[in-house]
């Protein structure tokens, strides 16, 4: 026989039998396509965060579509991304209410003073390790940008030392507060019209030589606050937002100003 018609056949004989295998091993590991799944991650912003505690936008939907899940658990999307999830699944999304970032420490360059100068890697988490980080307040933000980092929207930037939130671009997912080897920030309602920029537990004189701007649970704030929104716990003022009204008083109280309102600097 030909050579070359022998090699066209085995060549051609490969072929076939590769095409059967394949055809078998497609039936055999065939994984059934969920249209539930796919329409509820069509639905959601695909921003894969984490902030509803799975991997990403494509975990979250498989989740929510085999019922192990709530439809209201991404962050990003808000109360639009539930309706339309809840809407999909035929269940309700319950209250949303949308969150924002905060940093609790006001303690730059202007108001605080580095303990040592440090020339390690530019990591808060590297730092921190080293006596605490940089700065003389063993609370306050290191300053070299692990949030930044982190955040997905470009809602963080480093300023004279403090990490600053871009309420406008924030989207309240949290990323942020997982990397904070401080635990400094927190996601707060984004109606709240006020914050103790402070994280500092120490003793009022402590504080005062470290931070000229911290907390020293004086309790001024406490006792003119008119809802009883503020308290000094360890030495350090914490607001009850749900019950805070924005009207000010205990920034005007504050010696120090540690509370601010809004956007006031």
Do not use: Q, W
């Amino acid at each position: 026989m030909n050579p070359v018609l022998i090699a066209v056949l085995l060549l051609t004989g490969t072929g076939l039998l590769a095409s059967v295998i394949l055809v078998i091993a497609s039936k055999l590991m065939y994984v059934p396509v969920d249209e539930t799944a796919n329409e509820i991650a069509k639905a959601l912003p695909g921003a894969n965060c984490g902030a509803c505690g799975y991997a990403g936008c494509s975990d979250y939907a498989a989740a929510v579509a085999s019922k192990k899940a709530a439809p209201n658990l991404c962050v990003p999307g808000g109360a639009d991304a539930a309706k339309k999830v809840s809407a999909i699944i035929g269940e309700d999304a319950g209250e949303i209410i949308p969150m924002v970032a905060a940093v609790a420490c006001h303690g730059n360059y202007d108001n605080t003073r580095d303990k040592y100068r440090y020339a390690g890697v530019k990591s808060c988490a590297a730092s921190n390790m080293l006596h605490a980080g940089r700065s003389e307040c063993a609370y306050g933000c290191i300053g070299f940008g692990d949030c930044v980092s982190a955040c997905k929207f470009d809602a963080i930037s480093v300023e004279n030392g403090v990490a600053i939130i871009n309420y406008a671009v924030c989207k309240g997912c949290g990323a942020c507060v997982a990397k904070c080897p401080k635990g400094i920030i927190k996601l707060v309602p984004r109606t709240t019209r006020s914050l103790v920029l402070c994280s500092n537990h120490d003793k009022g004189a402590k504080t005062r030589k470290t931070c000229v701007s911290g907390c020293i649970g004086c309790m001024k704030c406490e006792k003119v606050c008119p809802n009883g929104a503020i308290k000094v716990d360890n030495n350090c003022a914490i607001i009850d937002f749900s019950k805070c009204g924005g009207c000010g008083e205990c920034m005007r109280a504050c010696p120090v100003h540690a509370p601010k309102i809004g956007d006031e600097d």
